[in-house]
């Protein structure tokens, strides 16, 4: 089992920036595909970003092009570099661990949440 803990949201303007970090522990991260998810009030949660093991990105259509997955395996850290943000953003992020080095499938772990707010 790994533990996640969210850090970096906040209040900010649209068009600004922020960036999320998901600092894991209990595992060996660098096996593990991480996601980035996010939920509305009335909403369902939704996939915002995802990176295997081997390094590859998937994006959802609303966020490609504005937000940034990476990792950084000696800190065991996850990143989401969130650019150009809009109202609709606005939402609890969540950092997630699935079982294996792939992210398909069903998300293993979570995080505690970090909540983004976007002013228009």
């Known amino acids: 089992q790994v533990q996640l803990v969210e850090s970096g949201g906040g209040l900010v303007q649209a068009g600004g920036s922020l960036r999320l970090s998901c600092a894991a522990s209990g595992s060996i991260f660098s096996i593990n595909a991480m996601g980035w998810y996010r939920q509305a009030p009335g909403k369902e949660r939704e996939l915002v970003a995802a990176?295997?093991?081997?390094?590859?990105?998937y994006y959802a259509d609303s966020v490609k092009g504005r937000f940034t997955i990476s990792r950084d395996n000696a800190k065991n850290t996850l990143y989401l570099q969130m650019n150009s943000l809009k109202p609709e953003d606005t939402a609890t992020y969540y950092c997630a661990a699935y079982p294996g080095g792939s992210y398909y499938g069903t998300v293993a772990d979570w995080g505690q949440g970090t909540q983004v707010t976007v002013s228009s």
């Open positions: 990176i295997s093991s081997g390094g590859s990105t």
